[in-house]
């Protein structure tokens, strides 16, 4: 018998076992303005209810998570990830997020765990009213090996024009505000791993500060902020997803020029994964907070006179610094 595309490392039923499953998940998540039905060739989306609608878009992978999730054989975390990921990023301008599409590429399909993956995917869509619309789902044995795959995501939200949120009002003497994180969300795991390890013996070790094993810890999913800040932004200047490159990074990405933002590092509790890293990798506390997000997965900045109602509706949001004016080459600084 000659060769296949099963023997040359894509089974074509094994997919086909895998888009019941996915279409299951993804049609839960649908709303009317869906027009096109799950696995046609595009997703088809209606759009409505805006005067001038910004559109807002975004795309991003969870990153070496992945590793912690095939090491653990747990999948249906990852998806949730990367859905808050990219919501949490077109929210920073006030856009509601419309409909979201996902992208696994995978060494060795298995129907089961990618129907664990979309289902992460499907309910952290609908925690926040968006259609999971459409998505692709490859095998491709020659680049990823084994179990290893990559998730990435891809979401279209929406804004009237007149409300966008882009810092332009940001002005010395404004609050900064801090939402708290769930733990390291989807940034910093190659450091993480480095630390921990990233075998499944490694990670099942508990270890007393985080009350947990490594594994759960580094699994805990990447918060969204869109239900909880979204009817509170005309009290909002600028938003800031504190991501990749932490605070140091993220925040002048919101900030006028000529200004700097001040935090105080007491003002707030960092989470004892961060601290627990920092110890047994020895790392600087410079780098810390400039690989990680430290406790903080959400940056809010406010005038002073808002900071009041911004706190009766959020109980777990915290003034951890201000707004000051640049005087040197840094445009933040942590003490």
């Known amino acids: 018998m000659g060769e296949t595309y099963a023997s040359a490392g894509v089974n074509i039923d094994a997919k086909n076992q895998a888009n019941p499953l996915i279409s299951e998940q993804a049609r839960s998540t649908l709303r009317p303005e869906v027009l096109s039905g799950v696995g046609f060739f595009g997703g088809l989306y209606e759009f409505k209810g805006y005067r001038q609608p910004v559109l807002v878009s975004s795309t991003d992978s969870v990153g070496t998570k992945i590793k912690i999730a095939v090491a653990l054989d747990k999948y249906d975390t990852v998806g949730i990830d990367i859905v808050n990921h990219c919501v949490n990023d077109i929210f920073t301008s006030g856009a509601a997020p419309l409909f979201f599409l996902d992208y696994i590429g995978i060494g060795r399909l298995i129907p089961e765990r990618v129907a664990a993956i979309v289902s992460g995917v499907a309910l952290a869509c609908k925690e926040v009213g968006c259609a999971l619309i459409g998505g692709e789902t490859a095998e491709l044995a020659d680049v990823y090996r084994g179990n290893d795959f990559d998730l990435v995501g891809f979401v279209i939200g929406a804004v009237e024009k007149d409300k966008v949120i882009m810092g332009q009002t ?78 140091v990074d993220n925040v002048p990405r919101i900030l006028p020029d000529g200004l700097a933002a001040r935090f105080d590092s007491k003002a707030w509790s960092v989470p004892p994964i961060f601290t627990l890293m920092q110890r047994l990798g020895d790392i600087d506390r410079a780098e810390m907070f400039h690989v990680f997000n430290m406790g903080v997965g959400m940056v809010v900045v406010s005038a002073p006179e808002n900071v009041g109602k911004l706190k009766a509706g959020l109980p777990e949001i915290r003034v951890i610094g201000e707004i000051i004016k640049q005087t040197g080459q840094a445009r933040v600084i942590i003490d």
């Open 170 to 247: 940001i002005a010395a003497g404004d609050a900064v505000l801090g939402l708290p994180s769930s733990g390291l969300h989807t940034n910093g795991y190659t450091l993480a791993r480095k630390i921990f390890g990233d075998s499944r013996k490694a990670l099942l070790k508990r270890y007393p500060e985080l009350g947990r094993t490594a594994g759960e810890a580094l699994l805990e999913p990447h918060t969204c902020y869109y239900k909880t800040l979204s009817p509170r932004l005309t009290d909002v200047k600028g938003i800031a997803h504190i991501t990749g490159g932490g605070l």
